[in-house]
C-alpha cells in the first residue's frame, strides 16, 4: 500500500502564489509517474500536471507557464503562480507505482478575485 498525504493549500489572492507539497509512504519501490489533479465545484477531476520516472512533463493547457511540477525523492510539488479565481478546486497527488494509481485526500485551494 501506499499513502500520500498532500499540504500547502489556501486561500490567495489572484495573482498570488501557492506551493503543494505531497509525500509518499509505505511500498513506494517502483513508482511510475506522479501528478496532481483537481476538482472543482460540479466538475470532473482533471489532470493539471505530470511528471514521469523518465522526467517527462505534461501540464493542462489551462496552466502552461504558471504551474510547475517537481519532484524528490518520496515527494511531488506543484508550484503554482499568477493564480486565477478558475483555478480554485479540491487539488490532488497522485503516484502511479507497480501498476496501481495512488490518491492524496485532496487539499483546497482557493483563489479570491
Known amino acids: 500500500q501506499v499513502q500520500l498525504v498532500e499540504s500547502g493549500g489556501g486561500l490567495v489572492q489572484a495573482g498570488g502564489s501557492l506551493r503543494l507539497s505531497c509525500a509518499a509512504s509505505?511500498?513506494?519501490?517502483?513508482?511510475?509517474?506522479r501528478g496532481w489533479y483537481r476538482q472543482a465545484p460540479g466538475k470532473q477531476r482533471g489532470l493539471v500536471a505530470i511528471?514521469?520516472?523518465?522526467?517527462s512533463i505534461n501540464y493542462a493547457d489551462s496552466v502552461k507557464g504558471r504551474f510547475t511540477i517537481s519532484r524528490d525523492q518520496n515527494m511531488v510539488y506543484l508550484q503554482m503562480n499568477s493564480l486565477k479565481p478558475e483555478d480554485t478546486a479540491v487539488y490532488y497527488c497522485?503516484?502511479?507505482?507497480?501498476?496501481?494509481?495512488?490518491w492524496g485526500q485532496g487539499t483546497q485551494v482557493t483563489v479570491s478575485s
Open positions: 509505505g511500498n513506494i519501490f517502483g513508482i511510475t509517474a
Open positions: 511528471i514521469t520516472s523518465g522526467g
Open positions: 497522485a503516484f502511479s507505482v507497480s501498476g496501481n494509481y495512488y
